[in-house]
């Protein structure tokens, strides 16, 4: 079954991802491999490589790019689906991540969260750079540090606009309630992350993580143009064409919308 929040984001044209550091802001490069369903063989990759004005050669000096901040899509109560005991501790210090909290020490959880667990976000912000203020920039572009193969396979894009949140809900999905000790264990095993962020209960039923107000959260989904050269030049192809039943429909380009991807960084 596919992923309620997964499924949403995609069909609005956002990639999600688990992104392991704060203060990116758009425009960057990045470069996707596909994964492979045969054993041995290698998953999804996502690489981002930097800001998309270090590969931008101008006679007139560095590219400059200002991102524009509004409010993002309207995603609330949207959740995840389920998710297992076992996945649960994993998927919720990724998602905490996404808060600005750095990786956490599972093995110094002592924390049981139990079956039927479901995530959203909440207060969703964004930073936007149109992409025809990149598309300016295009023919000026020098990407001679990226495997040619890999432009050749369309695996190059560009991110325009990041998603943020500032908090992080998570209940259960048969809507019984958390333990009364839960928000203290979770309190201290947050403690080894800075305590990023503050933790509540609303009725027992939902516990929310929320950002402090000094602290900033990381992207937890992107939009982006896949990178193509037509007749010698680089375009950003910011849908793609899928063959429909009847005619050739085009939908937002999203890397990987089976659903979310580590980013790796270059440096």
Not at 40 to 60: C, Q
Not at 243 to 265: K, N, S
């Amino acid at each position: 079954m596919p992923d309620a929040l997964v499924t949403t984001l995609a069909h609005e044209g956002y990639q999600p991802i688990f992104l392991p550091r704060t203060g990116f802001t758009p425009p960057d490069l990045y470069t996707y491999r596909r994964g492979s369903l045969v054993a041995l063989k290698p998953r999804a990759r996502l690489l981002r490589h930097g800001t998309l004005a270090d590969y931008i050669r101008e006679p007139s000096g560095p590219a400059t790019f200002t991102p524009n901040p509004s409010k993002g899509p309207d995603i609330k109560g949207t959740h995840t689906s389920t998710k297992a005991a076992g996945g649960s501790l994993d998927f919720l210090s990724k998602a905490l991540g996404c808060l600005g909290v750095p990786a956490l020490p599972k093995s110094k959880a002592n924390i049981t969260l139990g079956d039927s667990l479901m995530f959203s976000f909440d207060e969703v912000s964004s930073l936007r750079v149109d992409p025809s203020k990149i598309e300016a920039f295009l023919g000026s572009l020098d990407l001679s540090g990226i495997p040619r193969k890999q432009i050749e396979s369309g695996g190059v894009h560009i991110v325009y606009e990041y998603l943020y949140a500032k908090s992080l809900n998570m209940k259960r999905s048969d809507e019984t309630k958390f333990s009364a000790s839960l928000v203290g264990e979770i309190s201290e095993w947050l403690k080894l992350g800075d305590a990023r962020v503050n933790v509540a209960t609303q009725d027992s039923l939902v516990i929310t993580f929320k950002t402090k107000n000094n602290k900033e959260a990381a992207a937890f989904a992107y939009r982006s143009g896949q990178l193509d050269r037509e007749d010698g030049r680089y375009v950003l192809n910011l849908h793609i064409v899928k063959a429909g039943p009847d005619d050739a429909t085009q939908e937002r380009y999203v890397p990987h919308p089976d659903g979310p991807l580590m980013v790796e960084l270059t440096d």
